[in-house]
């Protein structure tokens, strides 16, 4: 969470992502990357496992943040980021509190 800049503790506050230092710009829809970079808990498993990917996969991380704003929580939230991964790629999502 400490790339999300807030400009104020007001009600009219501008939030702002920051930090793409390990960004990487695809020219079109058909482009595809395969770095592999950034926390296990946000990343697609596409990423996790080396596969090309393309922006499909910034729509899951946009997705692991949203679910750690709404609940304070990762949806696969592991210490080990072996475990982590595996739960990433093979566990089916569950947003339901145990």
């Known amino acids: 969470m400490e790339n999300i800049l807030?400009?104020?503790n007001t009600s009219k506050?501008?939030?702002?992502?920051a930090d793409y230092?390990?960004?990487t710009k695809l020219s079109s829809a058909e482009d595809t990357t395969e770095l592999r970079t950034g926390t296990p808990g946000y990343?697609?498993?596409?990423?996790?496992l080396g596969k090309p990917y393309s922006?499909?996969?910034d729509i899951w991380s946009l997705g692991a943040?949203?679910?750690?704003?709404?609940?304070?929580?990762?949806?696969f939230f592991e210490n080990?980021?072996?475990l982590c991964k595996q739960r990433?790629?093979?566990?089916?999502?569950?947003?339901?509190?145990d």
């Open 6 to 8: 807030v400009s104020d």
């Open 13 to 17: 506050a501008i939030f702002k992502l």
């Open 21 to 23: 230092g390990s960004a």
């Open 43 to 48: 990343m697609a498993p596409e990423v996790l």
């Open 55 to 57: 922006f499909s996969c």
């Open 65 to 75: 943040l949203m679910t750690v704003l709404v609940s304070a929580q990762l949806p």
């Open 80 to 82: 080990d980021r072996k």
């Open 88 to 97: 990433v790629c093979t566990e089916p999502l569950n947003l339901e509190k």
